[in-house]
């Protein structure tokens, strides 16, 4: 009798122990269960869409004087005084240069005696014509006389542009109103090959660039451009294009423009490093959010994960402008496509995701 309960004891023991080992067993495959659809990691979500895009061109440039003089003496002189220096703004027909003005007399004294050269020779010539009305002198005579009249009223006038010469070089005014970007020369020097001093005309000023050659069909005389310098930040400066170049440089496979700006201000100068956006229509491309463009790092491409059916394919992508918090996408992805916005941190090209809700 105690055998028969130890036995029975012992099987219902044996039961337990089973139909713990039966639940262990249950649990652990509804864990594993549980754990594998955890592992398909949770994305967002945003169908992209084929737009009209304003095609905007922006390219560096740099700021050239839309006029420049230089100035100088025509003839070897010592300057007495300059009163102006490099950076001053000057104005049309300001005193600029001060020059010797010694020679003066020296000049004005061969123009002296040239005009007395010339009377003499006139009057000679005078009393040859009479003679020879009377028949006291030679057709000859009067020839030479002519001969000499012509050379003195020649070196009269030689004489008289000398002097004004001279005279035009002693003071020296600007031809235009602009800056001073250079000046060569101190008072006391003497002239020589460089000029004494540069103006440039900053009103209006040119804005050069060279632009691909792809885009030469898209660029015209007339069109507007905006104009942005380091110097002013996001300032827009809004100028004309003046000028497009017939040919294209076989080397760099560019072509040059000119953009005129009117520059009231005198703001903009010469040498500024500067940029030009010009408007070259539009075109229909997808428009992707930002946050949805991955980039790789160390090789500058950009991807962008796309969904479909349950899983993700990472496309590589060519991205055109960048449009507020999207950006326009020239290849890689679909009009109509569904693109991940969030999540991209765990995905891997082909894996499966699940979509939050």
Sequence with gaps: MQFNKEITAACFAGILA?????GCSGNKSSQTAEEAEEEAPIVKLETVYETDVVQKGVYTASVDPDLINNISSSMPNRIKEIYVDEGMNVSKGQKLVVLDDVNIVGYETQ????????????????????LFKIGGGTKQNVDAM??????????????????????????LTA?????VTARNYDPGDMTGALPI????????????????????????????????????????????????????????????????????????????????????????????????VVKQPGSGNQYVYVYKDGKVTYNKVELGQRIDNAYEIISGVEDGAQVVVSGQSKLADGMEVRVAK
């Design 111 to 130: 123009v002296a005696n040239a005009k007395a050269n010339l009377d003499n020779v006139q009057t000679n010539y005078n009393r040859a014509v009479e």
């Design 175 to 179: 031809p235009i109103s602009g800056v």
């Design 18 to 22: 089973a139909m713990a080992l039966s």
């Design 146 to 171: 002519e001969t000499q009249l012509i050379t003195a009223k020649n070196n009269l006038a030689s004489a008289e542009r000398t002097l004004r010469n001279a005279r035009e070089n002693t003071v």
């Design 197 to 292: 001093l540069t103006i440039a005309k900053v009103q209006p000023v040119k804005v050069v660039a060279s632009i691909s050659e792809s885009e030469f069909s898209k660029v015209h005389k007339g069109m507007k451009a905006d104009c942005t310098f380091d110097t002013y930040g996001d300032q827009v400066f809004e100028g004309t294009v003046s000028m497009v170049s017939p040919t294209i440089d076989t080397s760099s496979r560019t072509f040059g423009i000119e953009v005129l700006l009117p520059n009231p201000d005198s703001k903009v100068l010469p040498g500024m490093f500067g940029r030009i956006t010009l408007n070259l229509g539009e075109a229909r491309h997808v428009v992707v959010p930002d946050k949805a």
